[in-house]
């Protein structure tokens, strides 16, 4: 279950990272965590480029990971990360795949009340929906157009065994960092770059 723990926070907190940059503004009394997460969504892009610092506390030094982040709605989403080492994992509906070296492992999300803890989140973010996310979290938004904060802190208990808070940060409605911490101690910080660009 380890392994697709780690397969889960990373769609939990990366599937509303496909973004693009917009013209900033002064704050208004409707910038809302709803208004950032509607944004966010109505600009998101098919993928992305990562890199990825982790803090474990058994090691002195981050352990660094970069690829790309795709999505493709309505709900399969997928990380491929090409360094330090070939991995790809993906979620489409209730089921999620992981492969490492040639191996492949598959969970189906429905029979973990955990898991499916995690994909009500996930498919709260892809589709902007503050209330479904109210039901698992707190969420709490700070700075302006310019400069944001979107604060996750966990309510669900399934989630509140893993994760201590989520934070989002971005401009405009460019996602560019997405930072977790675990109630393990550990950390992680992920750092979105510039959109893939699209064959003609």
Same mark, same amino acid.
């Given at each position: 279950m380890t @392994?697709? #723990?780690g397969a889960l926070l990373f769609f939990l907190f990366q599937s509303i990272a496909l973004g693009q940059t917009q013209a900033t503004s002064a704050p208004s009394p409707d910038w809302t965590p709803a208004a950032v =997460?509607?944004? =966010? @969504?109505? !600009? #998101?892009?098919?993928s992305v480029r990562f890199s990825e610092q982790k803090f474990i506390g058994v090691l002195d030094t981050p352990l660094l990971s970069a690829g790309t982040l795709t999505f493709r709605p309505p709900d399969y989403l997928e990380k491929h990360t090409t360094a330090p080492r070939d991995e790809r994992m993906t979620i489409e509906g209730d089921k999620l795949t992981y492969t490492r070296q040639g191996q492949t492992y598959t969970l189906n999300l429905a029979e973990h009340p955990e898991a499916t803890a995690y994909a009500n989140s996930i498919r709260g973010l892809l589709n902007g929906n503050a209330e479904l996310l109210r039901k698992s979290y707190v969420l709490k938004l700070s700075g302006d157009r310019a400069h944001w904060v979107l604060l996750l802190l $966990?309510?669900? $208990? !399934?989630?509140?065994?893993l994760i201590k808070s989520i934070s989002v940060n971005g401009s405009g409605d460019q996602l560019q960092t997405i930072e977790y911490d675990q109630a393990n101690g550990d950390r992680s910080i992920m750092t979105l770059l510039p959109a893939i660009p699209t064959s003609p």
């Open positions: @392994v697709f #723990r =997460l509607r944004m =966010l @969504v109505e !600009h #998101r892009q098919g $966990p309510t669900d $208990p !399934h989630i509140q065994s």
